[in-house]
């Protein structure tokens, strides 16, 4: 009869709102349910030719080899959840700086946001859209041909000449070659970090107002500069 003890107190030893405690749980009603029946079956078998034992035994066995895989996995989550909270620990010197990611969602901050993009050799014409959540296109510009890496440090002025509302909008730069053909052109987009997660095991920092950058995106970090009043 240890072994109802053991799992009770696997079970008490385990969070309550883990996976392995839901589990713990089922394998401790289930094995009281067995006990149970195996009680009655004992009570009521004939004396002159009783129960063999190897059956309930083995499922005994069974019960006990399940107790130690659920403590085993409740240890695992333990581990996991420290190591989530250790990466959540080494993330917490970006928080406050900015940082230039690969992305195509730029944040809007005190009406200035920033992004990059890598022009390969051979371009002809090419531009640039910047649109809001809604999809509409706020911003249009030539982007440069010239082979390499620009940088766009946008005021939040609209096409329209009137300043758009902080938050986050959708970069697109395009461009051709002198054949017509599309270029492929790679974005990475700048922002200030405002905090710093761990979801499914992924180590993520947080920009603008929906922005998640995952953490090996991230190319660069350096300190935001500030405008003196």
Same mark, same amino acid.
């Given at each position: ?14 969070? $309550? ?5 839901? $589990? ?47 403590? $085993? ?47 390969? $050799? ?27 890496? /620009? ?35 790679? /974005?990475?987009? /700048? ?39």
């Amino acid at each position: 009869m240890s072994l109802i003890g053991n799992t009770a107190a696997t079970a008490a030893s385990i969070p $309550a709102d883990s996976r392995s405690a839901a $589990a713990a749980a089922k394998n401790d009603d289930d094995l009281n349910k067995f006990l149970n029946l195996l009680v009655t079956q004992l009570k009521n078998q004939d004396p002159l030719d009783p129960m063999d034992a190897t059956e309930f035994t083995a499922q005994l066995v069974q019960f006990a080899g399940v107790e130690q895989q659920i403590f $085993a996995n409740s240890n695992l989550e333990k581990l996991l959840a420290l190591e989530e909270t250790n990466q959540i620990s080494a993330m917490v010197n970006f928080i406050g700086n900015t940082i230039e990611a690969e992305g195509r969602v730029i944040p809007l901050e005190n009406g200035k946001a920033s992004f990059s993009y890598d022009m390969p $050799a051979g371009a002809n014409k090419a531009s640039f859209t910047i649109t809001n959540s809604s999809g509409l296109t706020v911003y249009k510009n030539d982007a440069d041909t010239a082979a390499g890496k /620009h940088t766009f440090n946008w005021d939040g002025i609209g096409t329209n000449g009137g300043l758009q509302s902080d938050g986050d909008y959708n970069i697109l730069v395009s461009g051709t070659d002198y054949s017509g053909n599309l270029l492929e052109i790679t /974005h990475t987009i /700048h922002g200030r970090v405002k905090g710093a997660g761990v979801e499914d095991g992924e180590s993520n920092l947080y920009l603008g107002e929906n922005i998640i950058v995952g953490q090996d995106k991230v190319l660069s970090i350096k300190e935001t500069q500030t405008t003196a009043n």
